[in-house]
C-alpha cells in the first residue's frame, strides 16, 4: 500500500515534495492529540500546531457542518458569522490593534503585510532573521534563509543573527549588543543600496532558528532600530500564537513589542484554511483607500464559524493556561533526561513548544544532526511523532496540539527516554 501510494504521489504531487520519516506515515483517521494509519496503530501527535485544539474536534466539526449547510459566500456580502468572528479575534489584541484582514494561509498573509508596510513606507527593503521561514508567495521566497528556494535572497532583502545563549556563553549584554550592531550594519546596507526598510518580520519563538535563548531586551532593540530607520515591525504568530507558549495569548507579547502588523495561520482554523491580518485602524485605511482589495475565499463564513468555535474552544477547555501548566511540567522531564548525558543540551522553547538540541560531543560544540535525526526515528518507532530544526538540524522539536493532556506526558517522555537509551550508546 505504501509503495502503491508513493509512486501514485511521485506521478501527481511529484517526487519533490517532502515527506516525513524514512518510511512514510499512512494517516487515514485522527483524533485529539492521536494518529491512526492505515495498519490500525495509533501514533501520539507531538508534532502538529494545525490542529490546535485537537484534530477533528466535534464542536469544531460541528461548527464548520452547521454553517456549510446553511451559507457559504464571499465577504463582499454582509453577514454576521464574518463580523461575530472579526470582533472576537480582534478582541484578543491590544486596543491598538483593531481591524483584521482575513486569507487563506500563512504566506498570504505574510504577503499582504509586506504590501501594506512596503505602501506606507515608499520602502522595499526587507530585513530577516538568518535562518528563517515566512511562506512560499514569490516575495517571500526572495526572503526565506531557513529552506532551499531556487531564488536566493532578493537583492533588497538582508539577513540578521539570532544570539543563543545557550551557545554563546559570554556575557548576555555583550552578546545582545553584537547582534544589534549586526542589525544596524544590514539596516544601513539596506539604505546605501537605496531599498530603504519597509519592515522587519519577527517570529517570537525563533522556532526554524531552532529556538535560541535569546538576550533581554534583543527583540525590543531589533524593533527600535527598525522603526528609527522608518520600517513597520510585523510579528508572526503562525507558530507562536493563540496561547502556544503558555504565558501569553500571543508569542510578541512576552516582550515588550507591539508589532504594527500581525499575522496569523494555520491554527486559526484547527485545519480550516484561515489566516488573518491583525493591524491598526490608520494602517488600514491608508492600505484599503489605495487598493481594492478583497480575497474571495478569506473569511467566509464557513471559515469565519470554524474560527470562531476554535476561540471559544480555547476558553471553555483552558487550553491556554494548560499550554503553560503541562509546558512547564514536560520542560521538568526533559531537564531530567539531558543531564543523564553530556551531549545533550538544555531544554529549549517556551509552553508547548520545546526541545532540546543534540551534539556529538560532551564539550557541545559540534551539533549532530544524524544522531538527532536517529532520535526522530527512534520515537516514532515508539508510537510518538515529532520532529527537528535548527541551522544544525539537532534541535527536537516537539509542539503538540493544545488538547496534549496530562495523561499523554508520560507516554511523550517515555518513547523520548527509550530512543535516547537505544540511539545514544
Same mark, same amino acid.
Given at each position: 500500500?505504501?509503495?502503491?501510494?508513493?509512486?501514485r504521489? #511521485?506521478?501527481?504531487?511529484?517526487?519533490?515534495?517532502?515527506?516525513?520519516?524514512?518510511?512514510?506515515?499512512?494517516i487515514?483517521?485522527?483524533? @485529539?492529540?492521536?494518529?491512526?494509519d492505515?495498519?490500525g496503530?495509533?501514533y *501520539?501527535?507531538? $508534532?502538529?500546531?494545525?490542529? #490546535?485544539?485537537?484534530h477533528?474536534?466535534?464542536?469544531? /466539526?460541528?461548527?464548520?457542518?452547521?454553517?456549510?449547510?446553511?451559507?457559504?459566500?464571499?465577504?463582499?456580502?454582509?453577514?454576521?458569522?464574518?463580523l461575530? $468572528?472579526?470582533?472576537?479575534?480582534?478582541?484578543?489584541?491590544?486596543?491598538?490593534l483593531?481591524?483584521v484582514l482575513?486569507?487563506?494561509? @500563512?504566506?498570504e498573509?505574510?504577503?499582504?503585510?509586506?504590501r501594506?508596510?512596503?505602501?506606507?513606507?515608499?520602502?522595499?527593503g526587507?530585513?530577516?532573521?538568518?535562518?528563517s521561514?515566512?511562506?512560499n508567495?514569490?516575495?517571500?521566497?526572495?526572503?526565506?534563509?531557513g529552506?532551499?528556494?531556487?531564488?536566493?535572497?532578493?537583492? #533588497?532583502?538582508?539577513?540578521?543573527r539570532?544570539?543563543d545563549?545557550?551557545?554563546?556563553?559570554? &556575557?548576555?549584554?555583550?552578546v545582545?549588543?553584537?547582534?544589534?550592531?549586526?542589525?544596524?550594519?544590514?539596516?544601513a546596507?539596506?539604505h546605501r543600496?537605496? #531599498?530603504?526598510i519597509?519592515?522587519?518580520?519577527?517570529?517570537?519563538?525563533?522556532?526554524?532558528?531552532?529556538?535560541?535563548?535569546?538576550?533581554?531586551?534583543?527583540?525590543e532593540?531589533?524593533?527600535?532600530r527598525?522603526?528609527?530607520?522608518?520600517? *513597520?515591525v510585523?510579528g508572526? &504568530?503562525?507558530?507562536?500564537?493563540?496561547?502556544?507558549t503558555?504565558?501569553?495569548?500571543w508569542?510578541?507579547?512576552?516582550?515588550?513589542?507591539?508589532?504594527?502588523?500581525?499575522?496569523?495561520g494555520k491554527?486559526?482554523?484547527?485545519?480550516?484554511?484561515?489566516?488573518?491580518?491583525?493591524t491598526?485602524a490608520?494602517?488600514l485605511?491608508?492600505?484599503?483607500s489605495?487598493? =481594492?482589495? !478583497?480575497?474571495? !475565499?478569506a473569511?467566509?463564513?464557513?471559515?469565519?464559524a470554524v474560527?470562531?468555535?476554535?476561540?471559544? /474552544?480555547?476558553?471553555?477547555?483552558?487550553?491556554?493556561?494548560?499550554a503553560?501548566?503541562?509546558?512547564?511540567?514536560v520542560?521538568?522531564?526533559?531537564g531530567? *533526561?539531558?543531564?543523564?548525558?553530556?551531549?545533550?543540551?538544555?531544554v529549549?522553547?517556551?509552553?508547548?513548544?520545546?526541545?532540546?538540541?543534540?551534539?556529538?560531543?560532551?564539550e557541545?560544540?559540534q551539533?549532530?544532526?544524524?544522531?538527532?535525526?536517529?532520535?526522530?526515528?527512534?520515537?516514532k518507532?515508539?508510537?510518538?511523532?515529532?520532529?527537528?530544526?535548527?541551522?544544525t538540524?539537532?534541535v527536537?522539536k516537539i509542539?503538540?496540539?493544545?488538547?496534549?493532556?496530562?495523561?499523554h506526558?508520560?507516554?511523550?517522555?517515555?518513547?523520548?527516554?527509550?530512543?535516547?537509551? =537505544?540511539?545514544?550508546?
Amino acid at each position: 500500500m505504501t509503495s502503491d501510494l508513493l509512486t501514485r504521489r #511521485h506521478a501527481t504531487i511529484g517526487r519533490h515534495s517532502p515527506l516525513f520519516y524514512d518510511q512514510p506515515v499512512h494517516i487515514v483517521s485522527a483524533s @485529539g492529540v492521536w494518529l491512526t494509519d492505515a495498519d490500525g496503530r495509533r501514533y *501520539l501527535d507531538a $508534532y502538529n500546531n494545525v490542529p #490546535h485544539v485537537g484534530h477533528t474536534h466535534p464542536r469544531v /466539526v460541528e461548527a464548520l457542518h452547521r454553517q456549510a449547510q446553511t451559507l457559504n459566500v464571499h465577504t463582499r456580502y454582509l453577514n454576521e458569522k464574518i463580523l461575530d $468572528y472579526a470582533e472576537a479575534l480582534i478582541a484578543r489584541f491590544e486596543p491598538e490593534l483593531d481591524r483584521v484582514l482575513f486569507a487563506n494561509s @500563512g504566506s498570504e498573509a505574510n504577503e499582504l503585510a509586506f504590501r501594506i508596510a512596503m505602501q506606507h513606507t515608499g520602502a522595499r527593503g526587507i530585513l530577516v532573521t538568518d535562518y528563517s521561514y515566512h511562506g512560499n508567495t514569490s516575495l517571500l521566497a526572495g526572503a526565506t534563509t531557513g529552506l532551499l528556494t531556487h531564488e536566493g535572497l532578493a537583492e #533588497h532583502v538582508r539577513a540578521f543573527r539570532v544570539p543563543d545563549l545557550d551557545t554563546d556563553r559570554r &556575557e548576555p549584554a555583550v552578546v545582545r549588543d553584537e547582534a544589534l550592531a549586526a542589525v544596524d550594519h544590514a539596516l544601513a546596507d539596506l539604505h546605501r543600496a537605496g #531599498h530603504g526598510i519597509s519592515a522587519v518580520i519577527l517570529e517570537s519563538i525563533f522556532s526554524t532558528e531552532g529556538m535560541p535563548r535569546v538576550p533581554d531586551g534583543f527583540v525590543e532593540g531589533v524593533a527600535a532600530r527598525v522603526r528609527a530607520a522608518g520600517g *513597520l515591525v510585523i510579528g508572526d &504568530e503562525v507558530q507562536a500564537g493563540l496561547g502556544r507558549t503558555g504565558r501569553t495569548f500571543w508569542g510578541y507579547q512576552r516582550y515588550a513589542l507591539l508589532p504594527d502588523l500581525v499575522t496569523l495561520g494555520k491554527p486559526l482554523g484547527n485545519g480550516h484554511p484561515l489566516a488573518a491580518v491583525i493591524t491598526t485602524a490608520d494602517l488600514l485605511e491608508e492600505f484599503g483607500s489605495r487598493n =481594492e482589495y !478583497f480575497n474571495t !475565499f478569506a473569511g467566509n463564513p464557513v471559515s469565519s464559524a470554524v474560527g470562531l468555535e476554535v476561540l471559544r /474552544v480555547i476558553d471553555d477547555e483552558e487550553l491556554y493556561p494548560r499550554a503553560g501548566r503541562l509546558g512547564a511540567v514536560v520542560r521538568a522531564y526533559l531537564g531530567e *533526561l539531558v543531564a543523564s548525558d553530556a551531549r545533550l543540551g538544555p531544554v529549549k522553547g517556551d509552553g508547548l513548544f520545546f526541545g532540546f538540541q543534540v551534539f556529538a560531543d560532551a564539550e557541545q560544540t559540534q551539533p549532530d544532526a544524524a544522531t538527532t535525526r536517529l532520535l526522530v526515528e527512534a520515537v516514532k518507532q515508539r508510537g510518538v511523532l515529532l520532529s527537528r530544526i535548527g541551522p544544525t538540524g539537532s534541535v527536537l522539536k516537539i509542539r503538540p496540539p493544545l488538547a496534549f493532556d496530562d495523561e499523554h506526558v508520560p507516554v511523550l517522555i517515555g518513547a523520548l527516554r527509550g530512543a535516547l537509551d =537505544e540511539v545514544l550508546p
